[in-house]
């Protein structure tokens, strides 16, 4: 374990160089080939952490913990989560098969210019389109944020609406789960028009499910049983 921290800290800190110069490998190459080789595991019993997309945060973690620049990866890697979920183009381009890394790197530079992410967290997002793992961003985001959260002594709920939540509906949402599991928890939002109503909180492998569609296809089930 000790030897694979090792590695993952060596690795990481290929991060913080960008492009490799004359000589030297590029440091996307490193990275990759010395950490996330598909063959290189983890030990841990989360299996977020375990996969491809798990490495690839605990890597963006570790450097960042190492440099003290915690802080401010958190607050990149939220605006590019948030930029993620308000545009479809943006979407389009991280989950497209057929769009080159060559495109997809220059329509990332020129939107990370148009943010001012640069740094750790801006190195990385080139890395994964240069290695074709852009289309796993978001659980990369969400993998990082959970690894945050455990580093606080916080614990990470994702929640799932129909419709965005308003300022007070989150400030009760996180009351309650404060209440219910004794500590402060960070809060993870997406939305799902598929949803009826009601949400979907998942904190670690428990799922607090209240929505409207899944009452219903249990409701089906159910009297499908009856029939």
Known sequence: MRGTRARGRRAAR?????????????????FFESSWGETTHLATDDPMMASMAGRYAAALFELA?????LDQVERDVASFQA????????ARLVRSPV???????????????????SGFTGNFLQLIVRNRRLFAIG?????????????????????????P??????????????????????????????????????IG??????????????????MKGIA
């Open 139 to 163: 659980d990369m985001l969400r993998a990082f944020q959970a690894l945050l959260a455990r580093e606080r002594g916080e614990v990470s709920a994702d929640v799932t609406s129909a419709h």
């Open 165 to 202: 939540l308003s300022p007070e509906q989150m400030h009760v949402l996180s009351d309650s789960l404060k209440a219910s599991i004794g500590k402060h928890v960070q809060i993870r939002t997406r939305v799902d028009p598929n949803l009826l109503g009601g949400l979907i909180v998942k």
């Open 205 to 222: 492998s428990k799922m607090i499910d209240s929505s409207l569609r899944t009452k219903l296809d249990t409701l089906k089930v159910a």
């Open 83 to 90: 930029l993620l979920e308000a545009s479809p183009d943006l």
């Open 99 to 117: 769009i080159s890394a060559a495109a997809q790197a220059r329509a990332l530079n020129a939107i990370l210019a148009k943010v001012g992410i």
């Open 65 to 69: 913990k190492e440099q003290k620049q």
């Open 14 to 30: 290929a991060l913080a160089f960008g492009p490799g110069r004359r000589g030297r490998p590029r440091a996307g190459r490193l």
